[in-house]
C-alpha cells in the first residue's frame, strides 16, 4: 500500500522539500543582512515544493516497473571519478571513466574500447594538460600525471 | 574618415586576416565542445598573442570570444547540449526543431542571427558606442534590479505547463548562485565550512551537469532507442523571404544584445534570455516557442553574439569590463599598450576603429567558416554512440576542472548531472534552473545596493528615475498579459472539456 502511494515523482518532490527546509534552517541561523535574500529564496522554494508534494501525493501515478539497469553504476562512476580527481590527478580516474563510459554504451570489443579508452581518455588529457598547458588536477606534485 | 580607412587598412593585413580565420575555426569548434567555453578558448590562444603585433593578436583573440559564442548553439541544436552557457536558450528551441528532423534550419536560423546579430551590434558600435556608454552610465542598481526582474520572467513562459516545477527550479538555480561569500558584507554563506565552497558555485560546471551530464544519463537509460541516435548535422540557410518574415524578430534580439552588453555585469548568457523573454511576448508565434520555433532561435543566437560587440562599449569607453571573457580581452589589452578608458578614442581611435573593423571581419568568417565546422562536427557524431557520449564526458570534466582550478567543480559538475537527470524524470524544466543561476547574483546584489542607496525604501525603488518606473511598468504589464492569457487558456479547456462530456451524453 506504501510502496505504491510513495511513487518516483512523489520521492523527488519529497526529497527537494527536505533539501529546502534543511537549508532554510541554515539560513535562519545565518547572519541576518547575508542570509536576507536566501531566506526569501527558500521561502519560496519550501512553499513550491510542498504544493509539489501535495499534488504528486493526490494525483496517484502508477509507479513505473522496476527494472535492474546498469545506470546508476554509471552515475557513481561518474560521482567518483570526480571526487577522486583530487587525490589521484586527473589521468587516472578519466581512463577508468572513459573504459566503462565505453562498455556501457556497449563498445565491447577490446581493441576498439582500447583504442577509444587510449584516444579519448590518455589523448585529451595529453593534449589540454602538456600541450595546450591547460592545467588539469595532477597526482605528482611535478604536475607529470 | 581618414581615421577610419586607415583603421580599414590596418584590419586588412594578411597577418590580422589568417588570426581572425584561424582564431574564429578554432572558437567555433571549442565553443562547440561541452564544458569549453570562451574562458578556455581565450586561455589556450593568450600565450600566442605575446608575439604578435596589437591588432593581430586582438583579431585572434577577437576570432576565438565570437567564435565560441556561436560554436555553443551546435551543440545546443544537436545533442541539448549547450556548448557554452551563452547558448543554453537555444536549447529551448532548437533541440526540439532537431528532433522534428528539421536540424539543418535551426542550425542555418542559429547561424544567420548569430551573424546577423554580430554584425548589427558593430555597426552600432562604431557609430554610437559614446552615446551608448554615456546611456549606460544612466543604469545604476535600481535600473539593473527592474532590468533583471524583466529577465527572470523568462521563467514563467518557459515552464508552460509546469510553473511551480518551472519556479522551484528557478529558485534552485538562485540558490546556487548564494553559495559562497557574501557579496556586500563577505560573510560565508552555505559553505558548511568548506574552504573550497566559500567562491561559490561555477556556472560552467553546473550547465555541465545539468545538460551535458545529465543528457548522458538520459540516452543511456535509452539506449536501445531509436531517437537517441544523433541525427546528421546539416545546415540550411533560410531564404531572403524568411528572412524578411522574421526580421523584427532579429533587429530585436540583435538591439536587445547590443544594449544589454553595453550594460557592466550582465554578459551573453542573460541578454540571451532577456531576450528569449521578450519574444515569448511580442513575437506573433510565441504560442509555437518551445516547441521547436526558429523565433527562439533567433531570439537567443541574435542577441548572444550582438553581445560580443557591445561588451567592447563598457571596457573601451569606461574601462569597465563587463564579465570575465572581456576583462581577459582587457588584460590582452593592456599587454599589448592599449589602455582602456575614456581617454582612449581621443589617444588611440585608429587602433579602436581597427578593432571595430576586425570585429566586423570575423562575423562575416564566422558565416563563411560556418559549413565546413558543422561538417567537423558531423564526422565527429558519425561515430559509434558510445565514443560520442565518452567524449563529452571527457570534454565535460575538463571544462568543469580548467575554469577556476577548485576541485568542488567536478563534484559539482557530477551531483549537478544526477540531480538535473532526476528532475528531468520527474518533469521539472531544466531551463529555469541555469536562468536562476546566470540572473541571481545581479539581482541580490543589485537589490541589496539598491536597498543600501534608497536606505531600505524598496517603495522608493519605483519611482527612482524614469528608466526604473518604465521597467517596472512593463513588468507589471507582462504579469497581467501572462495572468489574462493563462485564465483564457483554461477557461477555453474548461469549455472543451465540457463540450466534449455534452458529446458522449448525447
Redesign the interface.
Known amino acids: 500500500m506504501l510502496a505504491s502511494l510513495i511513487h518516483p515523482r512523489l520521492w523527488l518532490a519529497l526529497t527537494l522539500l527536505a533539501a529546502g527546509i534543511g537549508l532554510s534552517v541554515v539560513a535562519w541561523n545565518g547572519p541576518a543582512d547575508a542570509m536576507l535574500m536566501p531566506r526569501v529564496v527558500l521561502a519560496i522554494w519550501c512553499a513550491m515544493a510542498l504544493t509539489l508534494t501535495i499534488i504528486e501525493a493526490l494525483r496517484h501515478a502508477p509507479s513505473p516497473r522496476s527494472s535492474l539497469s546498469p545506470l546508476p553504476l554509471l552515475m557513481a562512476a561518474v560521482l567518483l571519478a570526480a571526487m577522486t580527481m583530487d587525490t589521484l590527478g586527473f589521468l587516472l580516474p578519466a581512463l577508468v571513466l572513459v573504459a566503462l563510459t565505453l562498455w556501457l554504451f556497449r563498445v565491447r570489443r577490446t581493441l576498439p574500447l582500447l583504442v577509444g579508452t587510449a584516444l579519448i581518455g590518455g589523448g585529451l588529457w595529453f593534449l589540454f594538460h602538456h600541450v595546450l598547458l591547460i592545467r588539469l588536477p595532477a597526482m605528482l606534485n611535478s604536475g607529470v600525471i | 574618415m581618414d581615421v577610419i580607412l586607415a583603421a580599414v587598412g590596418d584590419a586588412f593585413t594578411w597577418q590580422a586576416l589568417l588570426a581572425i580565420v584561424v582564431g574564429t575555426w578554432a572558437g567555433i569548434i571549442i565553443g562547440g565542445l561541452p564544458g569549453l567555453g570562451s574562458v ?1 578558448g581565450l ?2 590562444f593568450l ?1 600566442f598573442t605575446f608575439g604578435l603585433d596589437v591588432i593581430t593578436s586582438m583579431a585572434l583573440l577577437i576570432g576565438v570570444y565570437c567564435g565560441s559564442v556561436y560554436g555553443g548553439s551546435i551543440t545546443a541544436i544537436l545533442i541539448n547540449t549547450p556548448g557554452t552557457p551563452q547558448s543554453a536558450a537555444t536549447t529551448f528551441d532548437g533541440y526540439p526543431m532537431t528532433q522534428q528532423g528539421r536540424v539543418d534550419e535551426a542550425l542555418g536560423w542559429a547561424t544567420f542571427a548569430s551573424f546577423f546579430g554580430g554584425v548589427l551590434s558593430c555597426v552600432l558600435l562604431i557609430f554610437c558606442a559614446p552615446q551608448l556608454a554615456k546611456f549606460a552610465v544612466n543604469f545604476g542598481s535600481i535600473e539593473v534590479f527592474a532590468l533583471v526582474c524583466l529577465a527572470m520572467l523568462c521563467i514563467v513562459g518557459i515552464s508552460r505547463g509546469s510553473l ?2 518551472g ?2 527550479c528557478g ?2 538555480g ?2 546556487f548562485s ?1 553559495v559562497g561569500s ?1 557579496p ?2 563577505g ?1 560565508d ?2 559553505t558548511f565550512g568548506t574552504q573550497a565552497l566559500s567562491s561559490g558555485l561555477d556556472l560552467i560546471p553546473v550547465v555541465v551537469g545539468a545538460f551535458a ?1 545529465s543528457e ?2 538520459v540516452r ?2 535509452a ?1 536501445d532507442d531509436e531517437a537517441t541516435v544523433i541525427p546528421e548535422a546539416r545546415l540550411r540557410f533560410p531564404g531572403l523571404r524568411e528572412i524578411g518574415r522574421r526580421s523584427i524578430e532579429l533587429l530585436r534580439g540583435s538591439l536587445i544584445g547590443s544594449f544589454v552588453g553595453a550594460l557592466p555585469g550582465t554578459g551573453a548568457a542573460a541578454a540571451a534570455f532577456i531576450s528569449y523573454a521578450t519574444a515569448q511576448k511580442l513575437s506573433p508565434r510565441r504560442a509555437q516557442l518551445g516547441k521547436g520555433e526558429p523565433d527562439g532561435i533567433i531570439a537567443s543566437e541574435s542577441s548572444n553574439n550582438a553581445v560580443t560587440g557591445s561588451a567592447f562599449i563598457p571596457t573601451l569607453a569606461l574601462g569597465i569590463p563587463g564579465d570575465v571573457v572581456t576583462a581577459m580581452m582587457m588584460g590582452a589589452m593592456v599587454i599589448h599598450g592599449i589602455t582602456p578608458g575614456v581617454r582612449l578614442m581621443a589617444d588611440q581611435a585608429q587602433t579602436v576603429y581597427a578593432l571595430f573593423v576586425v570585429l566586423i571581419i570575423v562575423n562575416v568568417v564566422m558565416l563563411i567558416l560556418s559549413k565546413p565546422s558543422i561538417g567537423l562536427f558531423r564526422y565527429l557524431f558519425k561515430l ?4 560520442v ?3 563529452i ?3 565535460s ?2 571544462g568543469a ?2 575554469v577556476r ?1 577548485n ?1 568542488l567543480d ?2 559539482v ?3 549537478t ?2 540531480l538535473a ?3 528531468r ?3 521539472y524544466p531544466l531551463a529555469p534552473l541555469v536562468i536562476g543561476m546566470v540572473l541571481g547574483p545581479a539581482l ?1 546584489s543589485s ?2 545596493r539598491g536597498l543600501l542607496i534608497s536606505r531600505g525604501d524598496f517603495l522608493s525603488f519605483f519611482t527612482h528615475s524614469g528608466i526604473a518606473t518604465t521597467l517596472f511598468a512593463l513588468i507589471g504589464l507582462f504579469l497581467v498579459w501572462t495572468l489574462w492569457s493563462s485564465l483564457a487558456q483554461w477557461r477555453a479547456n474548461v469549455a472543451s472539456r465540457r463540450q466534449a462530456s455534452a458529446r458522449v451524453a448525447e
Open positions: 578556455v586561455t589556450i600565450p511551480l516545477k519556479l522551484l529558485m534552485m538562485f540558490f548564494m557574501d556586500i558584507t560573510a554563506r552555505f551530464l548522458i544519463f543511456f537509460s539506449r559509434p554512440l558510445g565514443f557520449m565518452a567524449g564526458v571527457m570534454f570534466f575538463i576542472a580548467s582550478g576541485p567536478l563534484v559538475a557530477a551531483l548531472g544526477i537527470y532526476a528532475l524524470l520527474g518533469g541580490e537589490l541589496r
